[in-house]
């Protein structure tokens, strides 16, 4: 059931596991080229969040996921389904967050956290710089719940930034737009109003901070916050921009994780 409800997918002939997790507004094929890149030297595990791609929609609780630790809940479930133990969790964007709650939950289901792109609360507050005004986040929200597709057409490529390539910012406006709205709205309103800043220096998991160099989602500062708060983690600057590396420079994800693993 569980497996069913994620779509998930394995893959790869390694001993070890790499599960990937995809970021608000997408699925499990976002990751695309790096994760088939591993699978020469891991398992690799692709899943959807529920609400996402071909997740089983009708297990959608928004009492349950009314906070990432559902979320979190379920990639534990997942872990536990596969037998995952001493394995690596990568986390795009706010499922690096999901995947760090994971390891609190479940200390010896991920030996590796693999962070893209992470925020661990996107509004300011004192001494501290999110990236975005409380107005700004309920001006965002609000548009969403007004317009999904046109929310969708007008923030895809802002965030993926690469101006050059509006393929990009084609694909995943494509991919916003084919998610349920109504479960696109729950799933912003958790993901920009969550603040998990306290849960950073609990993590043990042996970390890696991936930061792009432009992010208007995630900005360099806050990656850098991240990896000041994480005892065990290490900080890597791409020379990327955008908050989807993973799809405007797989090669350079590619290689950072595998330089860390």
Not at 47 to 68: E, I, Q
Request: aromatic fraction near 8%.
């Amino acid at each position: 059931m569980v497996l069913t409800r994620n779509n998930v997918n394995v893959s790869g002939s390694g001993s070890r596991a790499m599960m990937f997790a995809h970021g608000f507004g997408c699925d499990q094929h976002m990751w695309g080229s790096v994760a088939r890149a591993f699978e020469p030297d891991f398992r690799v595990v692709l899943f959807d969040h529920v609400g996402a791609g071909r997740s089983d929609l009708s297990a959608y609780d928004p009492a349950k996921y009314g906070s990432l630790e559902g979320y979190a809940d379920d990639v534990v479930e997942i872990g536990n389904a596969l037998g995952l133990t001493n394995a690596v969790f990568v986390g795009h964007s706010v499922s690096a967050m999901i995947g760090a709650l994971a390891t609190l939950k479940a200390p010896g289901m991920f030996a590796d956290l693999v962070m893209v792109g992470p925020s661990p609360r996107y509004i300011d507050d004192e001494g501290y710089f999110g990236g975005f005004s409380r107005s700004q986040v309920e001006e965002l929200l609000e548009f969403l719940a007004e317009n999904h597709l046109g929310w969708s057409a007008a923030m895809a490529p802002a965030i993926m930034g690469n101006p050059d390539r509006p393929e990009l910012g084609e694909a995943l406006t494509n991919s916003f737009c084919n998610t349920d709205p109504d479960i696109a709205r729950e799933f912003a309103r958790v993901t920009f109003l969550s603040d998990n800043r306290a849960d950073l220096p609990n993590i043990k998991a042996r970390t890696l901070v991936l930061q792009c160099r432009e992010d208007i989602i995630a900005p360099p500062s806050v990656g850098e916050y991240v990896h000041e708060r994480i005892s065990n983690s290490r900080f890597v600057m791409l020379n990327a921009t955008g908050h989807c590396p993973n799809l405007s420079a797989p090669e350079e994800v590619t290689a950072a994780i595998r330089a860390f693993v």
